[in-house]
């Protein structure tokens, strides 16, 4: 089993930034492909970004491309999402995800993280 554990959420002014922290902890899977996905009030869980398990591969979605980065250090088990630039409607829950099952852009991994609120004020 392995446990996800998100921090660094939190309220923000738009323009802003933040960093997120998904620490990786449990059964060893070695340095398994992990993503980010946020899900807004009454909305579907929706892809944000995801890197590989050394780090060469990395995808964002269309609407973060160029604010977001993701990235790993596999030495902490840990991958990060700095967040620049937020807008209002980056608001959202933010889940950490490992293991995809299906292409990385689908909300089917095979572990998750309990969330962490991001909230962006206009």
């Known amino acids: 089993q392995v446990q996800l554990v998100e921090s660094g959420g939190g309220l923000v002014q738009a323009g802003g930034s933040l960093r997120l922290s998904c620490v990786a902890s449990g059964r060893t899977f070695g340095s398994g492909a992990m993503a980010w996905f946020r899900q807004a009030p009454g909305k579907e869980r929706d892809f944000v970004a995801y890197?590989?398990?050394?780090?060469?591969?990395?995808r964002d979605a269309a609407s973060v491309k160029g604010r977001f980065t993701i990235s790993r250090d596999n030495d902490k088990n840990t991958v990060y999402l700095q967040m620049n630039s937020l807008k209002p409607e980056d608001t959202a829950v933010y889940y950490c995800?490992?293991?995809?099952?299906?292409?990385?852009?689908?909300?089917?991994?095979?572990?998750w993280g309990q969330g962490t609120q991001v909230t962006v004020s206009s």
């Open positions: 995800a490992a293991l995809p099952r299906s292409n990385y852009e689908f909300p089917s991994y095979s572990y």
């Open positions: 890197i590989s398990g050394v780090g060469t591969v990395k």
